[in-house]
């Protein structure tokens, strides 16, 4: 079983650039959500998308889009990379009821220089 | 809104002891309580859940009850090996809607020692 694909699991970017992390799911989960890893501050909730065509912000959405044309894939995309960027981000993805928990990916490890 | 307060690391250990992560949550309503893992240089993967009053996650020696009285969901096990060696995070999530969102704690790093 795939569950939640991320890619890629390494990327260093120059200040100024974009990119597009992916994520695709395989579980037929409705809500997906992106999360950034930074020491000392647990996971903070980027963006996150409830179904197909509907996101929302969470709590550190500056300098990041996403969208959800499919019920599979999330992509995030930095529109001009900055060194406070630098983070791991996971993606993630669940049923919508309470109850149940949420699938991660294995990261993504992004430096920016 | 809804957080969550777990105690800081690291914690260190000597193989076989008892562990105590402590973990408490400010939610409206009755949110749902999940312990997640993280060994190193992976992603999170779910420990154990509880999703209503007085229920005990478990799984792996580990557990946690849902306290509402306390508000607190504290990870424990009896005796701890090398390989539990990981960083902890306790999560909730709520009702629908913008509020089904999972939040999580800072995390606890655990280092058992031989």
């Known amino acids: 079983n795939a569950g939640v694909t991320q890619t890629p699991k390494f990327q260093v970017l120059k200040t100024g650039q974009s990119m597009t992390l992916q994520c695709a799911q395989d579980m037929n989960h409705e809500y997906m959500s992106w999360y950034r890893q930074d020491p000392g501050m647990g996971l903070r909730l980027i963006h996150y998308s409830v179904g197909a065509g509907i996101t929302d912000q969470g709590e550190v959405p500056n300098g990041y889009n996403v969208s959800r044309s499919t019920t599979e894939d999330f992509p995030l995309r930095l529109l001009s990379a900055a060194p406070s960027q630098t983070s791991v981000y996971f993606c993630a993805s669940s049923f919508g009821d309470r109850a149940t928990e949420a699938f991660f990916g294995q990261g993504t490890r992004l430096t920016v220089v | 809104g809804n957080s969550v307060t777990q105690m800081e690391g690291p914690v260190t250990l000597s193989e076989e002891a008892f562990l105590t992560i402590n973990c408490t949550y400010t939610?409206?309503?009755?949110?749902?309580l999940f312990w997640y893992v993280q060994y190193p240089g992976e992603g999170l993967q779910l420990l154990l859940k509880a999703t209503k009053a007085d229920d005990k996650g478990s799984n792996k020696g580990f557990e946690a009850t849902y306290r509402k009285e306390t508000t607190s969901f504290h990870l424990e096990k009896g005796s701890v090996q090398v390989s539990d060696s990981a960083v902890y995070f306790c999560a909730l999530k709520g009702y629908g809607g913008a509020t089904n969102k999972l939040i999580f704690g800072t995390g606890t790093l655990l280092a058992v020692q031989p």
């Open positions: 939610a409206t309503g009755y949110p749902s």
